[in-house]
């Protein structure tokens, strides 16, 4: 008699071969639901100049979600890659056909991806084997071409920054010695000691802000009286000024009187040239004519001494106002100059 645990072994080995083929099976079922699989899919196709950094197994995002995967590419006969993905079609509501697709790089070094995006406002889905023309970024490259003259500001301003650094340096002893100054300095007006600690003390500086208030109120008052005495020596002056006013008036009186008595003898020598005209015209009238020049000549010597009269009025004039006047001018004629008569 056999072992009774091998007893219907066959029947425990088949029941769990089958349990476990359920279970892949149920497994596998689920994978392919979470994968979209028994999902309509509705066919895209992308077209590119260049098959640089496509792949097979790409993923398709829109919004930043996998919506599909490129599960072929390849070149065409006119030059031109062709990549297909499978969109599922709950995605249709998003993806139109005036939708952009692009091809971008994930994150800084990732994975390019075939990204869609806009269209949102179109009210026409796409139809299956819908074809859309994929664009480029720029590449990292050409960015990087873009940034290098930023680049180049950046190095001058580190170097500019290791110079200074340096510099500084070098200059550190200097630095120290005047921060040691300053704090040297600090203490002093801290504990008012030193020059500086001197001039902080409130005596010191209100006795010599007072004493210099002093100074200036002594020399405001010797301002004011100075300022009096000038005033009063106008005032002198003015007073001359005006004593003088009469005697510059008679002065002025006098200048006329011999400017038309020099008009007076213009007219007569005049008179005497008609009068030469008429003996050179008449013989008998000679002795006439010659008895008037001769009374004319007598005219002629009183005018003469009466201007010389005049002219020494004048002079005494001038030499009171020389002696009364407060401004004495070193250009004005000398005392007991007469005036000559042209």
Do not use: C
Not at 3 to 10: A, C, G, S, T
Not at 28 to 45: A, P
Not at 206 to 217: C, G, P, Q, S, T
Not at 307 to 324: C, F, Q, Y
């Amino acid at each position: 008699m056999g072992d009774p645990r091998f007893k219907n072994i066959e029947f425990k080995v088949g029941l769990f071969i089958f349990a476990s083929l359920i279970m892949f099976f149920v497994f596998l079922i689920g994978f392919l639901v979470t994968q979209n699989f028994f999902m309509s899919k509705v066919k895209v196709v992308f077209i590119s100049e260049s098959g640089e950094g496509l792949s097979k197994s790409m993923p398709v995002m829109y919004s930043g979600f996998q919506i599909a995967k490129v599960y072929s590419i390849e070149l065409r006969d006119d030059g031109l890659v062709e990549l297909r993905a499978k969109i599922p079609e709950k995605y249709k509501k998003w993806v139109k056909p005036e939708s952009e697709a692009k091809i971008q790089a994930q994150g800084v070094i990732g994975a390019n991806a075939i990204v869609l995006s806009g269209g949102l406002d179109s009210k026409n889905d796409i139809d299956d084997g819908q074809t859309y023309k994929l664009k480029r970024e720029q590449a990292i490259a050409d960015l990087i071409k873009k940034f290098e003259p930023m680049l180049d500001n950046v190095r001058n301003i580190l170097v500019n920054v290791d110079k200074t650094t340096t510099s500084v340096a070098d200059k550190r002893q200097s630095i120290e010695d005047l921060m040691q100054g300053l704090g040297d300095l600090g203490g002093d007006v801290s504990k008012k000691q030193g020059s500086v600690g001197f001039l902080t003390r409130s005596d010191y500086l209100k006795n010599e802000v007072k004493a210099i208030m002093d100074r200036l109120a002594v020399a405001q008052e010797n301002l004011i009286e100075i300022t009096n005495k000038v005033d009063t020596a106008v005032a002198g002056v003015n007073n001359r000024v005006d004593e003088t006013q009469p005697a510059i008036k008679h002065l002025d009186e006098g200048i006329v009187a011999i400017k038309e008595g020099a008009e007076d003898i213009g007219k007569l020598a005049r008179n005497i040239d008609d009068t030469v005209t008429k003996l050179q015209k008449t013989v008998n009238n000679a002795n006439k004519i010659s008895t008037d020049v001769s009374e004319t000549t007598t005219n002629l010597k009183d005018l003469r001494q009466q201007t010389d009269d005049i002219l020494n009025t004048s002079n005494r004039v001038l030499l009171n106002l020389e002696e009364k006047w407060p401004f004495n001018s070193s250009t004005s004629r000398k005392a007991n100059e007469k005036v000559l008569l042209p």
